[in-house]
């Protein structure tokens, strides 16, 4: 094969890979739009509304006969969602691994979830058992997604591309989100004008998200493709059987374990943050929706920032450091937060700055660091553990922002707690000597890491 022929062929596969990468970016300008807009914003405060109209004199609701506070009802659902995710998230991965058949197995996730959050616009009235049942399948179905999507970073991208492609990625998100919100803040400020109630622009804006997720899904299902394995008999019984091995071999990887444990722990605080926000400032703060968009607006836009410049400032410094820094950050800007005044939009947006310009970078190179730590060949199974850390066992952080607020009464409690999975997520990660973790699976180890 001559030179020329060579080069060619390096650059057609350069030219394909940069294609699927850009249709790989697609998802989370999909997805990230029911985080933002439904998960963030607007869910929780109108859910906790929803559960109010519904509760008792002493203001309880009661779920399956359990006396639950109406103001801990949001909490709870997410706890519950990603209690269900555990449960899904490891079948699919190792399903995935088994069968090379990603694509449809992330087509009926996020076409699920996308109906779930479509279907909230029918949530009104005192409906909150339907809010929490969609709320609990949007959820689970994200994470269950959000498995495959991740497990294609390491085979779509080279060891010293990573950080970059993932940090592009989240930026991605960040701006389909920003973009939304525009909007939502645009129907919901002036949803007179265009002839609907509150409630209603309520109801539209979250059924959108839907919609988006629904729609921007057909560009990655179209660019990205299915690596055929050696096996392709993929039954559920395969499956279970599959990840009991990825257990046993997790085993035999103990500072991938590591990276995890410190990852499940300080991300635990950061989905917390990202889902309780609204509620903390609606509730405690006393401000009012249109307050909390601009804010969340602008943690999207400093998001995207963010994103880019920590994926620029681990290139000079390495993904570990970086991430150490930005938990430091989280854990200052957090307590910050519980001294915030009420009726002070100001100090508000100032810590809505604060989480946005470190928010994507710290998941995004979280995301990059642990696909150097994946054995080849295991991505998905492997990427199932981590979104059970990402998603799937974020759910002692908002059970404890729920119970201390059903205990106290006092979201700016319950906000202070959550200090601690920074404090402890810091020093466990510092503990990972992450350049021996790749080496153990078999990886090369980049220049900085």
Same mark, same amino acid.
């Given at each position: 094969m001559?030179?020329?022929?060579?080069?060619?062929?390096?650059?057609?596969?350069?030219?394909?890979?940069?294609?699927?990468?850009?249709?790989?970016?697609?998802?989370?300008?999909?997805?990230?739009?029911?985080?933002?807009?439904?998960?963030?914003? $607007?869910?929780?405060?109108?859910?906790?509304?929803?559960?109010?109209?519904?509760?008792?004199?002493?203001?309880?609701?009661?779920?399956?006969?359990?006396?639950?506070?109406?103001?801990?009802?949001?909490?709870?659902?997410?706890s519950?969602?990603?209690?269900?995710?555990? $449960?899904?998230?490891?079948?699919?991965?190792?399903?995935?691994?088994?069968?090379?058949?990603?694509?449809?197995?992330?087509?009926?996730?996020?076409?699920?979830?996308?109906?779930?959050?479509?279907?909230? $616009? $029918?949530?009104?009235?005192d409906?909150?058992?339907?809010?929490?049942?969609?709320?609990?399948?949007?959820?689970?179905?994200?994470?269950?997604?959000?498995?495959?999507?991740?497990?294609?970073?390491?085979?779509?991208?080279?060891?010293?591309?990573?950080?970059?492609?993932?940090?592009?990625?989240?930026?991605?998100?960040?701006?389909?989100?920003?973009?939304?919100?525009?909007?939502n803040?645009?129907?919901?400020?002036?949803?007179?004008?265009?002839?609907?109630?509150?409630?209603?622009?309520?109801? *539209?804006?979250?059924?959108?998200?839907?919609?988006?997720?629904?729609?921007?899904?057909?560009?990655?299902?179209?660019?990205?493709?299915?690596?055929?394995?050696?096996?392709?008999?993929?039954?559920?019984?395969?499956?279970?059987?599959?990840?009991?091995?990825?257990?046993?071999d997790?085993?035999?990887?103990?500072?991938?374990?590591?990276?995890?444990?410190?990852?499940?722990?300080?991300?635990?605080? *950061?989905?917390?943050?990202?889902?309780q926000?609204?509620?903390?400032?609606?509730?405690?703060?006393?401000?009012?929706q249109?307050?909390?968009?601009?804010?969340?607006?602008?943690?999207? =836009?400093?998001?995207?920032?963010?994103?880019?410049?920590?994926?620029?400032?681990?290139?000079?410094?390495?993904?570990?450091?970086?991430?150490?820094?930005? =938990?430091?950050?989280w854990?200052?800007?957090?307590?910050?937060?519980?001294?915030?005044?009420?009726?002070?939009?100001?100090?508000?947006?100032?810590?809505?700055?604060?989480?946005?310009?470190?928010?994507?970078?710290?998941?995004?190179?979280?995301?990059?660091?642990?696909?150097?730590?994946?054995?080849?060949?295991?991505?998905?199974?492997?990427?199932?553990?981590?979104?059970m850390?990402?998603?799937?066992m974020?759910?002692?952080?908002?059970?404890?922002?729920?119970?201390?607020?059903?205990?106290?009464?006092?979201?700016?409690?319950? *906000?202070?707690?959550?200090?601690?999975?920074?404090?402890?997520?810091?020093?466990?990660?510092?503990?990972?000597?992450?350049?021996?973790?790749?080496?153990?699976a078999g990886?090369?180890?980049?220049?900085?890491?």
């Amino acid at each position: 094969m001559g030179t020329d022929t060579v080069r060619e062929q390096a650059a057609d596969e350069a030219a394909e890979r940069r294609r699927e990468q850009r249709g790989w970016y697609f998802y989370d300008w999909a997805c990230s739009v029911y985080s933002t807009s439904v998960l963030t914003v $607007f869910l929780g405060p109108y859910l906790t509304s929803v559960a109010k109209a519904a509760a008792d004199a002493e203001g309880f609701v009661h779920p399956l006969g359990i006396p639950l506070r109406a103001g801990s009802f949001f909490a709870y659902c997410v706890s519950a969602s990603v209690i269900l995710s555990i $449960f899904v998230m490891p079948l699919a991965g190792a399903a995935a691994d088994r069968t090379g058949r990603k694509k449809p197995l992330l087509a009926v996730a996020a076409y699920l979830g996308a109906a779930a959050t479509a279907g909230m $616009f $029918f949530l009104g009235g005192d409906r909150y058992l339907l809010g929490g049942l969609l709320l609990i399948v949007a959820n689970a179905s994200l994470a269950v997604s959000m498995v495959l999507y991740n497990s294609y970073l390491p085979q779509i991208a080279p060891p010293e591309e990573r950080d970059a492609v993932s940090s592009r990625g989240w930026a991605f998100g960040y701006a389909a989100g920003a973009l939304v919100l525009v909007a939502n803040l645009i129907l919901y400020t002036a949803h007179d004008t265009f002839g609907v109630s509150e409630a209603t622009a309520v109801r *539209i804006c979250l059924a959108s998200a839907g919609i988006w997720w629904g729609a921007f899904t057909l560009i990655p299902l179209k660019r990205l493709r299915d690596r055929r394995t050696a096996t392709s008999s993929g039954t559920s019984a395969h499956g279970w059987r599959q990840l009991a091995a990825t257990v046993r071999d997790m085993r035999r990887q103990p500072l991938t374990l590591a990276f995890l444990l410190a990852y499940l722990v300080y991300n635990d605080g *950061i989905q917390t943050v990202i889902s309780q926000a609204s509620v903390y400032g609606s509730e405690e703060l006393g401000l009012d929706q249109s307050t909390l968009i601009v804010a969340v607006l602008l943690v999207q =836009l400093l998001a995207v920032a963010g994103a880019l410049g920590m994926g620029r400032l681990a290139r000079t410094y390495g993904a570990k450091r970086t991430i150490l820094g930005s =938990l430091v950050a989280w854990t200052v800007t957090l307590g910050a937060g519980y001294f915030l005044p009420a009726d002070a939009p100001v100090w508000f947006f100032v810590l809505a700055a604060g989480i946005g310009l470190v928010l994507g970078g710290s998941q995004a190179l979280s995301r990059s660091l642990f696909s150097h730590l994946v054995p080849p060949g295991k991505e998905a199974e492997y990427f199932s553990a981590y979104e059970m850390s990402d998603r799937g066992m974020s759910w002692l952080g908002p059970l404890l922002f729920g119970l201390t607020y059903q205990l106290t009464g006092s979201y700016r409690d319950a *906000i202070i707690s959550l200090v601690a999975f920074f404090v402890l997520g810091f020093v466990l990660l510092a503990r990972v000597p992450v350049r021996q973790a790749v080496r153990d699976a078999g990886n090369p180890v980049p220049d900085r890491i």
